[in-house]
């Protein structure tokens, strides 16, 4: 009769505990900007001009870690500015122009 209580205990404490853990994970889980780049207001600021979230996929940009030109997206225009301070870019009259972040 004693492993039956044991048994009983033991089941108790494993559903208080799953209670907590479901109660408690959901709240400590980050979300939006924090836990993935899904605000892209943050990179506004190293668009060229003209362009905004919505078409920063189509900035035909010089990648310096490639040395090699392609489309590039908001994010690593970003990266552009934090390494080198702006980067090369084909505006569509064009040209190419820099653009200092």
């Known amino acids: 009769m004693g492993g039956w209580v044991y048994r009983k205990i033991a089941l108790l404490v494993m559903v208080v505990l799953i209670a907590t853990l479901a109660l408690v994970l959901p709240a400590s889980a980050q979300s939006g900007c924090e836990l993935a780049h899904?605000?892209?207001?943050?990179?506004?600021?190293?668009?060229?001009?003209?362009?905004?979230?919505?078409?920063?996929?189509?900035?035909?940009?010089?990648?310096?870690?490639?040395?090699s030109w392609g489309y590039s997206d908001?994010?690593?225009m970003h990266q552009f500015c934090y390494q080198y301070g702006?980067?090369?870019?084909w505006a569509d009259d064009g040209s190419v122009y820099w653009n200092a972040c």
Not at 86 to 89: A, L
């Open 38 to 67: 899904e605000c892209g207001e943050q990179y506004l600021y190293a668009l060229p001009p003209g362009y905004d979230i919505s078409t920063s996929n189509s900035v035909y940009a010089y990648n310096p870690f490639t040395s």
């Open 74 to 76: 908001a994010m690593w």
């Open 86 to 89: 702006g980067y090369y870019y």
